[in-house]
């Protein structure tokens, strides 16, 4: 390929309620396109029994946490019921300008600001089926206590009406379809001529 032609890494923001299934989502899709990353976020949240420091997240404390924000380590961050989500920037910018494709699973303020920062990014909204189901599938994952449960069903009602904020809406009602849609999104958006622009003046050059 000719050098040239190297264009920057798609960053594609995903957000949508907990217990949306974004994590699944995100996980399927990077088994369809091998070649995606995942941004691994920083927290300040308690791991949860099967996550792996440094694969689900970075697991850090408050204070490492505002130290980042003050030092300018992340591209974004958020407060989310009670704890710090943050995106770091240096690996993120780094697999972008080497034209690496990076998928983000941030909450809707987190992928505003991501979008305000990166315009070329692509925004998507994981929408559930149905409320009930939403709430089926956040105590069927049973990671959090009840009052905690209750704190992120108040917040999804109110990320639900931010969906019209985003450039795709994807219902999760199965993994694969919606693992599959958003990896037409990718394909389509690699298509834009602005990601690709003076594609044509290259291959004239070429000739
Ligand atoms: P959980 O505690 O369920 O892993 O995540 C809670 C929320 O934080 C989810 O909505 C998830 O998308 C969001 N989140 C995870 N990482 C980040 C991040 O780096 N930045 C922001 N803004 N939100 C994040």
């Not at 890494?9 to 995903?14: D, K, T, Y």
């Not at 995606?36 to 792996?52: D, F, K, Q």
């Not at 009930?132 to 209750?150: A, F, K, Q, S």
Request: with cysteine; net charge negative.
């Amino acid at each position: 390929m000719n050098p040239q032609r190297t264009s920057r890494g798609i960053l594609v923001c995903v957000s949508g309620p907990s217990g949306v299934g974004k994590g699944t989502v995100i996980r399927r899709l990077r088994s369809l396109e091998p070649g995606i990353l995942h941004s691994v976020s920083a927290t300040t949240r308690p791991i949860r029994p099967g996550e792996t420091d440094g694969v689900s997240y970075h697991f850090v404390s408050r204070t490492r946490f505002e130290e980042m924000i003050a030092e300018g380590e992340v591209l974004e961050y958020d407060e989310y019921c009670g704890n710090y989500y943050g995106t770091p920037a240096a690996p993120l910018e780094e697999a972008v300008s080497r034209g690496t494709a990076v998928v983000m699973d941030v909450t809707v303020p987190g992928s505003l600001a991501v979008l305000e920062r990166m315009p070329d990014a692509v925004s998507v909204f994981l929408l559930p089926p149905s409320f009930e189901e939403l709430r089926n599938r956040l105590m069927r994952r049973g990671t959090e206590r009840p009052d905690e449960m209750e704190k992120r069903l108040e917040k999804a009602r109110s990320e639900l009406g931010k969906a019209s904020l985003f450039d795709y809406v994807v219902t999760n009602d199965s993994v694969e379809a919606a693992a599959g849609l958003i990896q037409s999104i990718l394909r389509a958006e690699r298509s834009r001529y602005k990601r690709q622009a003076g594609i044509e003046e290259t291959l004239i050059q070429t000739e």
